[in-house]
């Protein structure tokens, strides 16, 4: 079924303008998104193809079957609150019967975990997107070997710099461990290649040291120690990285590189917004979308706040919101046998007209 059938078969029960149009948040760049519910034909409702919903290819288009709306309402989804709080200019068509769904048959405590929720996990990826911004990392991947340190007095010194600096070749050291120690390697040399040590590492992308049997008359050379703890985490972010990189919105990472922030501010400003969203949720026990601050979010938007002052902002609505919360006279949850009662009834009406 597509978007086309819906609307061929007047199986739409609702449609609106959603995005930074429905929040007052648009710009002339700004693409227009649609949000809508609809029902599925008797035969298919009852039998073997239930469709939840339908989208176009670039999913700005987006439509609900009105038993997957009413689930998303009683677990308090954002987006779907916010559908149903769409803006009466926004409103392209409306059934009679969407006038049973209330925003405040819905919302409940659960906006804490579903809207401060997720805007704390979007919080947690521009920490992260900022992490890699600032410190971008080389192409070319640290081994092993960059992370061992040779011991020298109280203190040490890069292994490379050592081997370097002695005219040593990592290939003719041999390692031993030391009991009751973690990365601590006694260093063997093998002056003239006939000992058969292994070398610090057999191949550049090797993953751990390797220890070599030693004689027992060889003294060491030096002691070693290998952070590979510091390796792991090191691999873990490159890989990180470099999926980050050749995954990222080009045009939007240039924009954000243009105004030097150091973070996604589109993403921000909506996270700001979903926050504030949920400030109002528990101040006023109800949800408009409509923003009453345009200039400030998109003052965000612009990159016109720094990274420290959006994450304050960000920090202080957390802190308001707990505090809101804890004075709600929000139910913990929606009244899913009242809401259920009225998805049924919204059935019966159009199956039985």
């Not at 990285?241 to 921000?268: C, F, I, L, T």
């Not at 016109?304 to 902002?313: A, D, G, I, P, T």
């Amino acid at each position: 079924m597509t978007i086309s059938d819906l609307k061929n078969k007047n199986l739409l029960l609702f449609e609106a303008i959603s995005g930074s149009r429905a929040f007052g948040l648009a710009t002339e760049t700004s693409d227009t998104d649609i949000r809508g519910v609809y029902y599925l034909p008797k035969e298919d409702f009852f039998g073997l193809n239930y469709i939840p919903q339908i989208s176009n290819e670039t999913n700005d288009i987006t439509y609900y079957e009105i038993g997957r709306f009413v689930e998303l309402l009683q677990k308090n989804n954002p987006n779907i609150l916010e559908i149903l709080a769409s803006p009466e200019d926004c409103i392209q068509y409306k059934h009679p019967l969407m006038d049973l769904l209330k925003t405040e048959d819905f919302l409940s405590k659960l906006c804490k975990d579903t809207f401060a929720g997720y805007a704390i996990s979007q919080i947690k990826k521009a920490k992260g997107l900022n992490k890699k911004i600032v410190n971008p990392l080389d192409k070319e991947r640290k081994s092993i070997l960059d992370f061992c340190f040779i011991l020298d007095g109280q203190g040490s010194v890069s292994l490379k710099k050592w081997l370097l600096e002695n005219e040593k070749i990592q290939e003719r050291c041999g390692l031993a461990g030391i009991d009751h120690t973690k990365g601590m390697f006694a260093l063997f040399y093998d002056n003239f290649g006939n000992l058969g040590y292994k070398g610090i590492t057999q191949h550049e992308e090797a993953n751990q040291v390797s220890v070599s049997s030693v004689p027992k008359e060889e003294k060491p050379t030096a002691y070693l120690f290998c952070n590979l703890d510091a390796y792991s985490v090191y691999c873990k972010e490159y890989r990180e990285y470099w999926k980050w990189a050749a995954e990222r919105n080009e045009d939007r990472y240039n924009v954000n590189q243009m105004h030097g922030q150091n973070y996604d501010s589109k993403n921000m400003m909506h996270t700001i917004r979903l926050l504030q969203s949920c400030e109002q949720i528990f101040k006023i026990n109800a949800l408009k979308i409509h923003v009453e601050n345009r200039n400030e979010l998109l003052d965000i938007k612009s990159g016109n706040q720094s990274y420290e002052k959006v994450m304050q902002k960000a920090e202080n609505l957390i802190q308001a919101i707990e505090s809101h919360y804890s004075n709600s006279s929000l139910p913990d949850s929606p009244d899913l046998e009242k809401t259920t009662k009225l998805l049924v009834q919204i059935r019966e009406k159009l199956y039985n007209k």
